[in-house]
């Protein structure tokens, strides 16, 4: 979920003071498919940032993704494309210009960590 929040400072923290909710993903929890593209996005999204870092145009990237998946307007290419772009935006190259055939295979070697978030959503057959 997305919320805007008003804050006010106070001498020694900000003071939540209000709280809107901007997006909502909880019809997200009755869809596999959609659950599985969320939680792999927001892992590699996990991966490539850093805690610090607070740059507003990958942040709205990053929610015009999830909020295109949560519509269901977002198919495989687009989400495919719109990672890619994230991944440029942090200063690597493009997918298109690596070894790697899939975003998984190249965060896991920008990351140095596997992903663990299709592990555990893939349905078994």
Do not use: C
């Not at 909710?21 to 596999?32: C, H, M, P, R, V």
């Not at 610090?52 to 909020?67: G, H, N, R, T």
Request: aromatic letters at 4%.
């Amino acid at each position: 979920n997305r919320i805007k929040v008003m804050l006010i400072p106070t001498s020694s923290m900000m003071l939540l003071t209000q709280a809107t909710l901007q997006a909502d993903l909880s019809s997200t929890w009755s869809n596999l498919n959609q659950l599985r593209r969320l939680s792999q996005i927001l892992e590699i999204v996990d991966r490539l940032l850093m805690e610090a870092e607070s740059d507003p145009e990958i942040f709205l990237l990053v929610a015009e993704l999830l909020e295109a998946v949560q519509a269901q307007t977002a198919s495989d290419t687009l989400v495919r494309e719109q990672l890619d772009i994230l991944i440029q935006s942090l200063g690597f190259p493009s997918l298109s210009e690596t070894k790697h055939q899939s975003i998984n295979e190249y965060v896991v070697e920008l990351a140095e960590h596997r992903l663990h978030s299709f592990e555990y959503l893939k349905v078994a057959s």
